[in-house]
């Protein structure tokens, strides 16, 4: 807590639920949805949502914090702590942040660049010998026979500081692939009771994966950086981030375990346990800067906060502006290319750079990050995530434990339904209502799709790139079952009947139990028209056997059906997610101000014009016709 506060104010703190050190960061006794610019009516769907994923099985709780224009706008835990659902969550739980451990990793770095002491050109060699004239292993398979090779040829310069950061190395994680040299970085020694300096003498004698600056793999590079930001400040590097960063920062609660007094503030870890490396309960001597952290909602906010700042927080400067600048400047050379199993999630295919630290949007038309041009985001193992918009000001954090590759849904979620719950300006006069004939208003009843985004500013990748055959299912791993979080409203599942919360046991007769994620993924998908027989088990109810046929798989976007009601078009939603105002179920009249505009009774007074093509016909919609507008196609 803060100090000076009296015990009344600490008293109301409490009632609130909101740690003190947020309220500090804020100036607020509050999250202020409407000084933020956001609309706390469409910000009061996000803890639903979140719990109703808790209802299915598919987490234990969540935290989710969200700011703009510094500003808090939202804080809500959700869910409960334990597997067992009886302790309810508060927003200063603590979680294992695992991979967002990688950007503070990155920010201790170029402290120690910015005061001269580490040089990004310098081969890693000056600080980390072992690294000197480093042999990058080539897998080489012969033709006739199938045999694969393990060559070794010279490096064509050295691994620079600058390729820890931007998994540029040649080093890798053995997770990511399954050639030989991943399978020889599985002799590392990276162990929970070892030290950083005894993980990088153990890869003394493997060699790279790739050549320096050719190539992107996510990797142990970031953990090679933790070592040598040691070796450079002399100190530990827990002890450098707790001196450097989370202090500065008032981030009371992060850090590489969790003391015994606040355990009690430590979510359950997923039903199918972490490995012991992670027993966050338990000191660490291997302060890994790739993955070690555990942390906050609140406390990450302030990090976040510090660099969508340009790297000040409450009069605190941990980095220049033009340091924080060169950070999110996305540092990949043209040629370079994408390896792994994480690079799938960053490249030009996907709209994504990676800068010192992040992964940063760099296409204005589409991309899997959220925001604008610029913004920038990582995420953890186990579902935690955050990204920071510079053009909106915005930052956001997720606070989640789930399986691995489960957590994909979650961020979608978060995105669609941030971006879609900011404020909507308009004009203080808006036209007066005029009378349409029936005949008009007919032409524009129908259903328009808005696609991927719910919001000019966060633009995603098209939808048909993702569209695939199978059943129409989202799931998650729970207590080692599979728990359907979601059936596709009209999907084949859905037809047949599956609902969210089931248990999928067995498809085609194979049990699903100790499956990955992957294995239920490539169970569930075949040709459209072929069959699958799925084992489900309901809450209460003997296990039922159900047939379904697949078939093609478009997610679904953003939609409104429109219809005539009363001399005006009543506008609802459709699918997954609420549009504006326009939600499921609960239509919105809007009146007509042109043959062709209308205005919405709601707060937001939103605006509706359609679009007709040369021969009359109507084919889209707009909301709120302007720098931030909306657009949807009319369905056929």
Not at 103 to 128: C, R, W
Not at 541 to 557: F, H, K, L, S, Y
Not at 579 to 589: D, M, Q, R, S, Y
Request: glycine share 8%; aromatic share 8%.
């Amino acid at each position: 807590m803060i100090g000076g506060l009296t015990h009344r104010v600490c008293a109301t703190l409490l009632l609130l639920g909101l740690p003190a050190n947020v309220l500090a960061q804020f100036n607020t006794s509050s999250p202020d949805p409407e000084a933020a610019e956001f609309s706390a009516k469409r910000l009061a769907r996000i803890a639903p949502w979140y719990q109703a994923q808790v209802d299915a099985g598919a987490l234990t709780g969540a935290v989710v914090a969200i700011a703009r224009n510094g500003r808090l706008a939202y804080l809500q835990a959700i869910g409960t702590y334990d597997r067992a659902g009886k302790v309810p969550l508060k927003p200063d739980a603590i979680f294992w942040i695992a991979s967002m451990t990688k950007p503070v990793t990155s920010v201790a770095a170029m402290i120690l660049v910015e005061e001269g002491k580490l040089d990004l050109t310098a081969p890693v060699a000056n600080y980390q010998p072992i690294f000197k004239d480093k042999p990058v292993g080539v897998e080489d398979i012969d033709p006739a026979t199938g045999k694969h090779t393990l060559l070794l040829e010279p490096e064509k310069r050295p691994v620079q500081v600058v390729d820890l950061l931007r998994h540029t190395s040649g080093l890798l994680y053995p997770e990511e692939g399954k050639t030989a040299v991943h399978r020889m970085y599985g002799l590392a020694d990276f162990r929970r009771n070892r030290t950083l300096a005894d993980f990088v003498a153990s890869l003394a004698f493997l060699p790279l994966a790739h050549q320096p600056g050719e190539v992107w793999e996510y990797s142990w590079g970031v953990d090679v950086l933790a070592r040598v930001i040691e070796v450079v400040s002399g100190q530990p590097f827990d002890q450098f981030l707790d001196s450097r960063i989370f202090k500065p920062l008032r981030m009371v609660d992060t850090g590489f375990s969790v003391p015994e007094e606040k355990r009690a503030r430590l979510v359950d870890p997923i039903a199918s346990g972490r490995p012991v490396l992670w027993d966050v309960t338990k000191p660490a001597k291997l302060f890994s800067g790739g993955g070690g952290l555990v942390s906050t909602a609140p406390d990450y906010l302030r990090f976040c906060q510090m660099l969508l700042n340009g790297g000040e927080l409450d009069g605190v400067r941990i980095l220049s502006a033009k340091t924080v600048q060169q950070m999110i400047t996305n540092a990949m050379p043209p040629e370079v290319r994408f390896a792994g199993e994480t690079g799938q999630f960053v490249g030009p295919r996907v709209g994504t750079g990676w800068g010192l630290g992040f992964a940063i949007r760099t296409n204005p038309d589409f991309s899997i990050l959220p925001g604008a041009v610029g913004s920038f985001n990582w995420s953890g193992l186990w579902g935690t995530y955050f990204w920071i918009d510079p053009v909106a000001k915005l930052t956001a954090v997720q606070m989640i434990q789930v399986p691995p590759d489960a957590g994909a849904p979650f961020r979608d979620a978060l995105r669609h339904l941030t971006y879609a719950a900011l404020s909507v300006s308009h004009p203080d006069a808006l036209p007066a209502p005029i009378t349409l004939s029936a005949a008009a208003l007919d032409s524009y009843v129908g259903t328009y799709d808005f696609g991927s985004s719910l919001s000019s500013r966060d633009r995603k990748a098209p939808i048909p790139a993702f569209a695939f055959d199978g059943i129409g299912v989202e799931f998650a791993l729970a207590d080692n079952k599979v728990v359907v979080r979601e059936a596709m409203e009209g999907g084949p599942a859905s037809k047949a009947g599956v609902k969210a919360g089931d248990v999928l046991a067995a498809i085609d007769d194979v049990p699903l139990a100790g499956l990955s994620l992957d294995k239920v993924i490539e169970k569930l998908r075949g040709h459209a028209g072929t069959q699958v027989r799925l084992k489900i088990v309901r809450r209460d109810q003997d296990p039922t056997d159900v047939a379904i046929v697949r078939e093609p798989i478009r997610p679904p976007g953003a939609r409104i059906e429109v219809r005539v009601e009363d001399g005006a078009l009543a506008i609802a939603a459709t699918g997954r997610w609420a549009v504006l105002n326009f939600e499921k179920g609960n239509a919105i009249l809007a009146r007509p101000t042109s043959s062709s505009e209308f205005v919405v009774d709601d707060d937001d007074h939103t605006r509706l014009a359609f679009v007709r093509d040369p021969a009359g016909k109507v084919t889209g919609a707009i909301l709120n016709p302007g720098p931030w507008q909306i657009t949807a196609a009319k369905q056929n």
